[in-house]
Structure formats: C-alpha cells, structure tokens
C-alpha cells in the first residue's frame, strides 16, 4: 500500500517501535492517529515533530477496554474522516517467572491487553476498512508468539493468538481491498521492561553486557514494518534473531525450544 496521504492509526504510539512509526509514516507523508494509555509520552511525540504535528491526532486510550476502543472511530472522525490502516503495535510483557508462579492478575492483564486488545482495535475498525479503496490491518506478535521463551509463556501465548488471528484474517480478507499483514519482532532496543511496570529483567541485565548481542534499534524496526505494509507483505519478521529462530522451529521444534530453554535457564528464579 501506498503510505503518502493515508490515515494511519498505531497503537502504543508513545514508545520504542510505535513511536519510530509514527516518525517514519509522517516523513513519508501520512496523517497519523497516535495512540497510547500514557497522555505525556504522547505530548512528548506531539512536540517532537514540529510543524508536522498537523496530521497527528493524539488519543490516550487503554486497547484492553472495549468501550474506550468502541468510541474511538466516531472521535477520529471529527479530526481525520476515515482511516486507511490501522497498526496495531502496543503491548507489553509479564514479569520473568515461570507460570506456576505468575499470578492470575499478570496473566489477565498480558492477554487483555496483547490479544483481546487487539482483537477490540480488530472488530472496531474491520467493517470501516472495508468501506475504504484500499486498506490495511497489521498486527504485531513476536518471536515469543511462534517459539517457546521460558519466563515469558503466557506472553507468548498471547502473542501466538495475535499470530493466529491476523494469519485467519489474511485468509478470511483474501480478494478483498483489506491487506493484513503479522510482525514477528525479535530482541528490539526498547523500554518495554520498564513500560510493562516491571523492573530490569536478568535477562537484560545480560544482554547489556554481552557485547556480541545487539537488538535491533526500535527505527529499524519501523523501517522494516513500513517496507512490509509498502509491499503489502504478509509476514514480517525483523531481525536475524527472529527469521533465524523461524526457520530453525519449523525445521526441529523441539530442538528449538531446548536450545531457547537451556539460555533461559539461568536468568529464572531458582
Ligand atoms: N522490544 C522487543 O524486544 C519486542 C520483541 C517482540 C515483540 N515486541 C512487541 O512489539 C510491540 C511494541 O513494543 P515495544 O518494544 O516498542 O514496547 P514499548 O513499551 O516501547 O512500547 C509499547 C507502547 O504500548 C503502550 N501500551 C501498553 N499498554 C497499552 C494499552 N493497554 N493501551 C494503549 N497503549 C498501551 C505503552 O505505553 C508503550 O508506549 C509490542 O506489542 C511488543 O510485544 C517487542
């Protein structure tokens, strides 16, 4: 899809690849609707981007409430008219543990937000999608979403039923004017740690010292995503660790998994 004079809506806009989004969509000559539950990371985006800030509407909303989400189209329309693409990006982590010891509250709060988040921005938008010339759905999963992480199994969860969704829509919307497109992001240079309220897991406390494994900064990311949905791609998988990991999983899943589980290990609590 053509990006330049479009109205594109992203979800946790406020941060890391959202924000590297909206940047990206905005040089490229697209209306942006930014969205985030965090009103100053927004005002902060708002600021940053200079007289651009005319094609950028701002919307503190929480994806994981329906009603908020259900309300949003007649909002947009005051300021945008219609949408042409919806980006459906925020997201957070639970905390590093194991599930026997994850409490119900995390694990509400992880698919309410990753899955039946997406899902609400999903059902709200399809049927206006459909109205338009051409259009766009893209949602983003992770690594964690095709590939078992120890510590982080009901995020990936989470993240599996965002891939399975957007892998049925691709299907159901085949022939029609809506594209759909999954984002399979591996390690990527964010604070998602800090954002999901929890704090600096080993696991990153390790990677900081490893000088051999560098995430992928979060504007590559977006350049990655935004080169998809330009060739309306349906997956997009962004970063060596993720195409890597994608290719080793379909051919011995089983080795996969013991090899993420096995540099795991350590980084659980005992
Ligand atoms: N960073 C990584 O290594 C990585 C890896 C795989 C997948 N991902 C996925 O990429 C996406 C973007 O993550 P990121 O790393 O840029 O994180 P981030 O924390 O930098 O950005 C996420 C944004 O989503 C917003 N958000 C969180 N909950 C929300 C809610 N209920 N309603 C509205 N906004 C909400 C946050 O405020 C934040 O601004 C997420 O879906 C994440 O799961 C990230």
Redesign the pocket.
């Known amino acids: 899809m053509n990006i330049k004079n479009k109205t594109i809506l992203v979800?946790?806009?406020?941060?890391?690849?959202?924000?590297e989004l909206v940047l990206r969509l905005l040089e490229k000559g697209a209306k942006i609707v930014a969205?985030?539950?965090?009103e100053a990371?927004l005002q902060e985006l708002k600021k940053s981007v200079g007289k651009k800030a005319d094609r950028l509407s701002t919307h503190v909303?929480?994806?994981?409430d329906k009603r908020a989400v259900e309300s949003l189209p007649k909002d947009i329309a005051l300021e945008h008219g219609s949408v042409d693409a919806i980006v459906n990006?925020?997201?957070?982590?639970q905390p590093f543990v194991r599930v026997n010891d994850l409490d119900y509250e995390a694990i509400e709060k992880v698919m309410n937000?990753?899955f039946f988040?997406t899902l609400y921005m999903v059902k709200t938008f399809l049927p206006l999608l459909l109205a338009r010339p051409e259009a766009y759905i893209v949602n983003?999963?992770?690594?964690?979403g095709f590939l078992p992480v120890s510590g982080q199994s009901v995020y990936g969860a989470s993240?599996a039923a965002v891939k399975l969704l957007t892998e049925g829509l691709f299907a159901e919307l085949k022939g029609t004017n809506v594209h759909v497109s999954v984002v399979f992001?591996?390690?990527?240079?964010?604070?998602?740690t800090e954002?999901?309220g929890l704090k600096e897991s080993k696991l990153q406390a390790s990677d900081s010292k490893n000088q051999s494994f560098v995430?992928l900064p979060?504007s590559e990311a977006a350049r990655l995503i935004i080169e998809g949905i330009e060739k309306n791609k349906p997956q997009i998988y962004l970063g060596k660790d993720s195409k890597l990991m994608s290719i080793l999983y379909r051919l011995s899943p089983v080795f996969a998994t013991n090899l993420i589980a096995k540099q795991m290990k350590s980084l659980l609590p005992k």
């Open positions: 979800t946790g806009a406020g941060s890391g690849i959202g924000r969205l985030d539950i965090r990371s909303v929480d994806i994981s990006n925020a997201g957070i982590i937000i990753n988040g983003v999963s992770s690594m964690g993240k992001p591996g390690a990527t240079a964010t604070n998602i954002n999901s995430m979060a």
